[in-house]
């Protein structure tokens, strides 16, 4: 029996909370689409489960990171004692002998916690795994919405430090880059396949930085008059043309920077040598 405190039931076994409030259109089917519109969040949450698995594995395994001249973007910089010794990209062991663990773990918590609560990735997994909502016109399965103000969804209000902090991860794998126009004596004027797959990498990862957000924001969106800050206008138009093609960027630099690792990982494994182009 009621207490008159609970919510109103639709008959249907569900609490008349969320898209069954009384305040929300009576509307008996859970969905009028007829088109695949569990395609689009299948596919979503697929990617990122085979991006988070591959990646879980890189980031453990710690080895087959360096074949001379490149690093793996997942280990780059090297912050502890057990790296092995490379030549190609920052090696500070800052942390000394007692991290005892994959130096990985040190480095990929910023570039990890940026793409976390990037606005385009929560948009992706919130469909892809929450069903938050699953796809446009289609209730969520939840009977309570809170939004991004109760823990954890809270932590996602990080997401500008954590750009922050993925500027000198991005300037840092461009100095990776530029050291991959070496061999592997470390001769300057080497160019390989790697240096080409690490070279559209770099770009992609600078590309979907710098089209962030929060970027947009810091360069021009405090600004109350553009025409006083021509060049802060200049480039709040360009992050903006950027901006439009985020969630494009997003899934590019993820590829890349996988590909990245494999190619490292297939070198240092003895796979394959690298191509020399010049």
Known sequence: ?????????????????????????????????????????????????????????????????????????????????????????????IFGSWWGLSPALLILVFPLGFRLTCYYYRKAYYRGFWASPPACAVAEPHTAYTGET???????????????????????????????????????????????IFLVNIVLIWAYTLSCHSCRHIVGGRLRNFSRHPLRYRLWTLVGKLNARHMLLAWASLISVALCDLYVYLLATGTFDDPRIF
């Open 150 to 196: 109760r823990f954890p969804l809270i932590l996602q209000n990080l997401h500008r430090y954590f750009f922050y902090a993925a500027l000198p991860v991005a300037a840092i794998l461009t100095y990776d880059t530029v050291l991959t126009f070496r061999d592997a004596s470390y001769a300057w004027g080497h160019a390989g396949l790697g240096t080409v």
């Open 1 to 93: 029996m009621a207490t008159g405190t609970e919510p109103p039931s639709t008959g249907r076994g569900v609490s008349a909370t969320g898209v069954h409030s009384p305040s929300r259109a009576a509307i008996a089917p859970r969905h009028l689409r007829t088109d695949r519109w569990w395609l689009a969040p299948a596919a979503t949450a697929a990617g990122l489960l085979a991006f988070i698995a591959y990646s879980t594995w890189r980031a453990f395994a710690n080895s087959d990171y360096y074949a001379a001249p490149y690093v793996s973007p997942f280990y780059s910089p090297c912050l502890a004692e057990n790296c092995v010794p490379m030549k190609a990209g920052p090696n500070w062991e």
